[in-house]
């Protein structure tokens, strides 16, 4: 059973902090890995991870996989309220494109 | 830019009854799904149809039937609902090229309470 652990659950952080979301996965059949943001409503795409060791990066949000290690990190800096949000992990496997998604980091920027 | 739209947005049924949740994607995606999320939880996979006249149950079928009518719709049907189906469900698409993860696009939600 394919099987993907994100953590911590959730985290509480001051405005301009730094923070670092973890996902660990075991699956067969990897396609890619995905990150995506939640804000009460339909997720939306942050980052599609392929290969290993290549970091995807867009304004303030990066992200890095780990084919061998099985892992993945996101990496938000000088945190705002508007990161305030769950950020989900997936990883699509198989040639229609499941995916299979971790349980989700809440995160809360406060001032 | 309608991409994937789902009907109703909220419902509310009765135990044992009956109803059919509508997705339809305007994108020619070969692949459609059909998600659900509970609280404190990511979204776990019901059913996924990977091309028009093929479905495929996922991790939680049961309780759960779906059609392909099409290439642009794909419907969740409950027969006999239970409060365990108390849920957010979400219908997406994609291209179904593998690798192509990015190519995911999801409906709005439908948040069902069943009572």
């Known amino acids: 059973e394919d099987k993907v652990v994100q953590s911590p659950l959730s985290l509480v952080v001051h405005e301009g902090d730094t923070v670092t979301l973890n996902c660990s996965y075991e699956?067969?059949?990897?396609?890619?890995l995905l990150w995506y943001k939640q804000e009460k409503k339909a997720p939306t795409f942050l980052f599609m991870l392929?290969?290993?060791?290549i970091e995807k990066k867009s304004g303030r949000l990066s992200s890095i996989l780990d084919k061998k290690e099985l892992f993945s990190i996101l990496n938000i800096t000088a945190t705002q309220t508007g990161d305030s949000a769950v950020y989900l992990c997936?990883?699509?496997?198989?040639?229609?494109?499941?995916?299979?998604f971790g349980t989700g980091t809440r995160l809360q920027v406060t001032l | 830019n309608a991409g994937v739209t789902q009907t109703p947005k909220f419902q509310v049924l009765k135990t044992g009854q009956s109803m059919t949740l509508q997705c339809a994607q305007d994108?020619?995606?070969?692949?459609m799904y059909w998600y659900r999320q509970d609280p404190g939880m990511g979204l776990r996979l019901i059913y996924y149809?990977?091309?028009?006249?093929?479905?495929d149950k996922g991790e939680v079928p049961n309780g759960y039937n779906v059609s392909r009518l099409n290439k642009r719709e794909f419907s969740l049907r409950l027969e006999s609902a239970a409060p365990s189906q108390t849920s957010v469900y979400f219908c997406?698409?994609?291209?179904?090229?593998?690798?192509?993860?990015?190519?995911?696009?999801f409906g709005s939600g439908t948040r069902l309470t069943v009572v």
């Open positions: 997406a698409s994609s291209a179904g090229t593998a690798g192509k993860g990015y190519g995911y696009t």
């Open positions: 699956v067969t059949n990897f396609r890619s």
């Open positions: 997936a990883v699509e496997t198989g040639t229609a494109s499941k995916l299979t």
């Open positions: 392929t290969s290993s060791g």
């Open positions: 149809s990977a091309s028009e006249g093929t479905t």
């Open positions: 994108m020619n995606h070969n692949s």
